[in-house]
């Protein structure tokens, strides 16, 4: 994993609003950004990266409130869906969509 840059977190943040999420908040952890977003008046948990051999982008979602709100525990957090794309606009989408996921099943 490698940190995104300020650029792609600026980005990715509009898209979001633009798909409906209410507020997001990241902060710089390691080689990832971590934080909450809330949509349809829910908070989830966040962790966003790159990866280290290509330029794909990948999200973890968490519904479930972790203890720490770090790269490592989320990642090997047994809750949560991965979601993966090339370009930022696929990756919001994507997400948006796990997010449906999630609380129509309660994942």
Known sequence: MRSPSISEIDELKKFFVEKGVKRIAL?????CY?????YRDKIYEIIFSK???SNNYMIKLIYRSS???SCEYMLYNPYGLFVFAEDLKELVAKTINKLDIIERFKI
């Not at 902060?27 to 080689?31: A, E, L, P, Y």
């Not at 971590?34 to 809330?38: D, K, N, R, T």
């Open 27 to 31: 902060r710089k952890n390691n080689d």
């Open 34 to 38: 971590v934080g909450y977003l809330e």
């Open 51 to 53: 990866g280290e051999l």
């Open 67 to 69: 203890d720490y709100l």
